[in-house]
């Protein structure tokens, strides 16, 4: 099985130019062994608690009657004459001349081995290190016209986050490198602030990610750095050894509260004004504030009713956080009044997605498990989640809207995806949304579609699904798009004849349609058909 089930672009500028390797020293043994605590105590306690109950169940005699029954037999086995020079008749027993055995640590016995201060004393390597490292620093490098392109996957029951590298101008998309996850991943966040880095201000611009997982834990990591072998923090109970003790006596609850999540984290989203800020929403229905400075838990919302899977941060009232819930509801809230009802709206379904509008800040949209979108006027809302009515409502596929993409550069520009395997192009309107063209790129169930950050890289769109790749879609290249965007859209020297670019990993090509170009005509003149319906207020 191999599986996509989210990604995010990092803008250019972010991400260092050569990313560092990961260096295990003493003092990042001492760290990662004061976050792993906790799990390894558990993890004692079962084990102590197993031998324990061995111990005090009935011992089988069995096991000695085979040990006496090996004893006779070997008194009876007759030597050859040719193997007596070995002794094999006395090879179990124990050997009173040899010394105490050393103990064995987490890594063994590495005092024993022979160490050598640098790789040029040690005669058994030949390469030299400069050389080494001067290829590894090629490798790795990454230009200031890159973009990195997050995606969480899970491959044969495993779960990692790939790193990619998108090189627009050469259409190449690569894996740069990945890091283990400890479960199945269902959200990512860009951080642009550092988290838990030694020696670098907590205020400065960083390159990093946070991750929700079925776990109940957020992880972060550093994007800068290659080969990690444990997040620089972890936000929730597994990131508080210094409580180890209290958790020990009693097993980790299921209950809701108020210091960290206990079900799967659905949704994040980093607030942009204060950087510290990320905001988390859990299967336990509640949604939590997170500072980033201390890795701890601000403040914790139990204004849904089922599960909160969506997230969305105001652009201009930074303090305003939209939310979406399994309960049907989409939530306004202002963090800063935890004790006051948000603003509802309700919709026909479960909710997949919120976004607000990047181009119009009093505006927002919701996508629903009825593949329905909504479009809301957020001054229009009121406690009642009954009474708020959407401007209007499109049916955008005939299955569940799983992920969709407001253009962050381009006004009226939106993508949408679904489990029906399509990706939607729309151009929207003051009149409403039409369709500008439809495609299937075999990537299974579409999960994400995001557009690129950048306006260098506005019209890129990727998409990832069930089938475990992703592609960027460069939608300036569709037909539609040039007539619809046509003062928007870039104009380049060359490839004036690719239709639908789609840039994979290691497969470059130009790909259309199953129906070919001709189903642009039929798209654009089929957009009627789409129902968009007109809620009278």
């Known amino acids: 099985m191999s599986m996509i089930t989210t990604t995010a672009w990092v803008p250019r500028g972010f ?7 990961y260096t295990f020293d003493e003092k990042e043994f001492e760290r990662i062994a004061a976050l792993a605590k906790l799990q390894l105590d558990d993890a004692q306690d079962d084990l102590d608690e197993a031998k324990e109950k061995e111990a005090n169940g009935n011992v089988s005699d069995k096991e000695d009657d085979d ?35 050393q103990p064995m640590g987490m890594f063994g016995n590495v005092k024993s081995l022979a160490y050598y201060e640098s790789n040029e004393e040690d005669p058994y390597i030949t390469l030299k290190e400069e050389e080494e490292d001067d290829e590894d620093r090629e490798d790795l490098q990454i230009l200031a016209t890159d973009n990195l392109l997050l995606a969480a ?3 044969d029951e495993l779960a990692h986050l790939e790193v990619y590298v998108y090189e627009d101008a050469a259409d190449n998309l690569y894996v740069h490198h990945d890091i283990m996850l400890p ?30 997982t079925f776990d109940p834990d957020i992880e972060i990591w550093d ?10 923090a972890i936000l929730g109970q597994g990131g508080n050894p210094e409580d180890e003790k209290k958790k020990k006596k009693k097993k980790k609850s299921k209950k809701a509260n108020d210091e960290y999540h206990v079900d799967a984290v659905l949704a994040l989203a980093a607030n942009r004004k204060h950087r510290n800020l990320l905001a988390s929403a859990s299967a336990d229905k509640t949604v939590k504030l997170w500072d980033l400075h201390t890795t701890k838990c601000a403040k914790s919302y139990s204004y849904h009713t089922d599960k909160v899977c969506s997230l969305a941060w105001h652009a201009v009232e930074s303090t305003v956080l939209l939310s979406g819930s399994y309960d049907r509801t989409v939530a306004i809230a202002d963090m800063r009044a935890p004790n ?31 593949g329905i979108i909504h479009y809301f006027d957020a001054r229009n809302t009121t406690k009642d989640p009954a009474v708020s009515k959407s401007v209007w409502k499109l049916q955008a596929h005939d299955e569940s809207v799983s992920s969709f993409d407001l253009n962050p550069v381009i006004p009226g520009y939106m993508a949408t995806g679904s489990t029906d395997k399509t990706v939607k192009l ?28 950048d306006p260098e890289v506005a019209f890129r769109l990727a998409v990832a699904g069930s089938k475990g790749t992703v592609s960027v879609w460069d939608t300036s290249t569709n037909a539609g798009v040039r007539k619809f965007f046509a003062q928007k859209v870039p104009t380049k020297a060359t490839d004036e004849d690719v239709e639908d670019k789609l840039v994979a990993v290691n497969d470059v090509e130009d790909s259309s349609s199953e129906d070919g170009e001709d189903d642009d ?17």
């Open 426 to 453: 729309w151009n929207i309107t003051a009149e409403g949304p039409s369709l500008v063209v439809s495609r299937d790129f075999d990537v299974g169930k579409v999960f994400s579609t995001t557009f690129g950050p």
């Open 15 to 21: 991400a260092a130019p050569f990313p560092t390797k």
């Open 153 to 155: 996957k899970i491959e």
């Open 223 to 232: 994007l800068d750095t290659v080969d990690c072998m444990y997040p620089n």
């Open 67 to 101: 040990t006496a029954m090996k004893v006779d037999t070997r008194d009876e086995i007759e030597i050859d004459d040719d193997l007596k020079e070995y002794d094999l008749e006395h090879y179990d027993d124990d050997d009173d001349n040899v010394g105490e055995a």
């Open 521 to 537: 005509d039929e798209d654009e003149s089929g957009s009627d058909q789409d129902s968009m319906d007109e809620d009278d207020e």
């Open 340 to 370: 006051e009802q948000p603003m509802r709206v309700g919709v026909e379904s479960d909710v997949e997605n919120v976004r607000w509008d990047p181009h119009d800040p009093n505006f927002f949209y919701v996508s629903t498990e009825n």
């Open 183 to 212: 479960a199945i991943p269902l959200c990512i966040e860009w951080l642009d602030i550092p988290v838990s880095k030694p020696g670098v201000d907590m205020d400065s611009t960083g390159n990093f990610v946070a991750i929700g």
